[in-house]
């Protein structure tokens, strides 16, 4: 009996409350929280690595804050051998026949 209470509770407590509203974060509240740039930003989400912003009026866009929280707990997972850019890409061989430029 003791166990099925425990599920219960730790059910509750994973799950979402559904009953309250999502909060949401305006621009200036998403950049307090996520170190890039405005231009940034936009440029993340147009290329699909950054939650899309909802429209809430004409001129007003906002964030849900869990996306945003599970956008920066997936940035959390750290991979060593991930591209750094695209000016840090290993050169095959210099113009002048020379040796690969490693940088």
Known sequence: MAAANREEAETEISTPDKS???RMLNEKQVLDVVPVSRTTLFRLEKAGRFPKSTYISPNRRAWFEDQVVAWQNAVDEFDPNRGRGKGRRVR???A???????R
Not at 96 to 102: H, I, P, Q, S
């Open 20 to 22: 309250r509203p999502r």
């Open 96 to 102: 002048f026949g020379g040796k690969a430029d490693t």
């Open 92 to 94: 095959a061989l210099t």
